[in-house]
Every structure is written in structure tokens, then in C-alpha cells.
């Protein structure tokens, strides 16, 4: 555990006060956090969480300027952890794209949302253990460990040729791998693939 506080901003794009005291009271029982703002809207967004590390954001505006928001914050060296209510891996892949590195249920229990803000604090993503369950239970069971290991490389960055030389298969082969793959999990763009990647081996664990 870092020496200093982890600075946390919690903003809540809502209307919503009870939610906003809720993730309040969370963050400032933990003793090694510091909420820095509470943003009761996207117009206070910039000059308030200038200070955070972290910032905890609650779903309510459309996606499309949630997205804006969250490349934003990206840009601006902080790291965005969504609280949502759909939990869906359409939406998840959304802000994936946008630069979020934490994605829970707005029904995750305490000790989640903060195994989740010490993740991305450091650097880590963190995606709800619910949403990974419930969206990639049946694909677990069907996906190879050769294809886990394909996977694992692309998420990686591993070109078709570098992933035929890890493995010591052909670059054939690698290809054959990648079109059982886009045929059993739906995902069809190689960079589809690699948040599939992310969701099976990146999900932090809340603290058992």
C-alpha cells in the first residue's frame, strides 16, 4: 500500500444526492483515501477534480458525453472508475474505448468499489467480477487454452507473425485460432478481441 493517501475525486453526474453521499461516506471511512471534490454535475467537472487521482463516476448522462468526459479525464492524467446500472458488455467496451479503467455495478459492494479505486490508482484496470461472470461464464468454458494463450498475446500488442514464433506454431495455425475465435465469442475486430482479453484476464478480485 502506497505511503500517501490515494487522492480521490467522486464525481456524480446526477441528480442524485443520495447516491453522491453514498460513495462519500465509502471513500471517506477508508484510511488510505482522501476525497478531494463531489461534482453534483458534468458543468463542474473540469475545475473540480483537478486534484484526483481517481474520479468515481456516476452514469446518468448519455454515453456519447460520458465518453467526451472520460477521454478527457484520460487526457488529463486521472483515471475513471463507471458506476452503472446496465451492466453490459456493449456499454463496457464503450468506455473501454473511451480510456475508463474501472467499470462496476451500481449494486457492487463496498469492499469492491474500493479494491477498485486502489487498483486503478496504481496503474491497473478493474472491471466488475459480476459483469465478467455473468457476460463470459459460457465462453470460458469453450475457449482453448491455445486460444487463451492467443488471446493473452494479442491483448499484448503480439502481431499474427510474433504470436506464430511465441507459440512455435505457424502463422497459419495463428490464423485458424483467431477464426474459431471471432466464431465462438462474436468478436470480430482484433481490437474487440483484445478487450474480450482484458475482461478475462484483467479483472482485479475484490478482497475475499
Request: aromatic share 4%; with cysteine.
Amino acid at each position: 500500500m502506497s505511503p500517501h493517501p490515494v487522492r480521490v475525486a467522486v464525481a456524480v453526474v446526477s441528480d442524485c444526492p443520495l447516491l453522491r453521499r453514498g460513495l462519500e461516506q465509502v471513500i471517506d471511512t477508508a484510511p488510505d483515501m482522501r476525497r478531494v471534490a463531489s461534482v453534483k454535475g458534468s458543468e463542474e467537472w473540469d475545475y473540480e477534480t483537478g486534484a484526483a487521482d481517481v474520479v468515481l463516476v456516476n452514469l446518468q448522462s448519455p454515453l456519447e458525453d460520458m465518453g467526451r468526459l472520460i477521454s478527457r479525464l484520460r487526457q488529463q492524467g486521472r483515471a475513471a472508475v463507471i458506476l452503472s446500472a446496465s451492466e453490459t458488455q456493449t456499454e463496457l467496451f464503450f468506455f473501454i474505448e473511451a480510456g475508463a479503467s474501472g467499470y462496476l455495478s451500481r449494486s457492487s459492494e463496498e469492499a469492491e468499489l474500493l479494491a477498485a479505486v486502489r487498483a486503478v490508482a496504481s496503474g491497473d484496470i478493474y472491471f466488475s467480477t459480476r459483469l465478467r461472470d455473468q457476460s463470459l461464464r459460457e465462453q470460458h468454458t469453450r475457449i482453448t487454452h491455445r486460444e487463451r494463450q492467443i488471446l493473452q498475446l494479442i491483448a499484448s500488442g503480439a502481431t499474427d507473425r510474433e504470436i506464430a514464433a511465441k507459440l512455435n506454431i505457424s502463422e497459419h495455425t495463428v490464423h485458424t485460432h483467431l477464426d474459431r475465435l471471432r466464431g465462438k465469442t462474436g468478436c470480430h475486430r482484433r481490437a474487440d478481441l483484445v478487450r474480450l482479453a482484458l475482461l478475462r484476464d484483467g479483472v482485479g478480485e475484490p478482497p475475499g
